[in-house]
């Protein structure tokens, strides 16, 4: 995000977990539990406030490589 904008309006996240173990093994963790973490650690850098998160999936896959992919959207809020 380096000289990017922070993100100030209604968001919709998908967050992406892959980790080398079966997505329903306990040593993967609660989806909730990994979801909290990387909104905390995106307050102030991605968006204002975890609070501007309208929409949130999480996805574990099963993968070799250890990693974490973010796709942000702005959310259109309709009234």
């Known amino acids: 995000m380096h000289g990017q904008k922070i ?8 967050i992406n977990l892959y980790k080398n173990c079966a997505i329903t093994s306990r040593r993967y963790g609660d989806a909730d539990n990994h979801a909290k973490a990387i909104l905390d650690a995106c307050n102030g850098i991605i968006f204002l406030d975890d609070a501007q998160v309208v929409s949130l999936q999480v996805v574990k896959h099963k993968s ?3 990693k974490v992919v973010i796709e942000i959207d702005e ?5």
């Open 75 to 79: 959310y259109e809020i309709s009234d």
């Open 64 to 66: 070799a490589t250890q």
């Open 7 to 14: 993100f100030t309006g209604a968001l919709s996240l998908k």
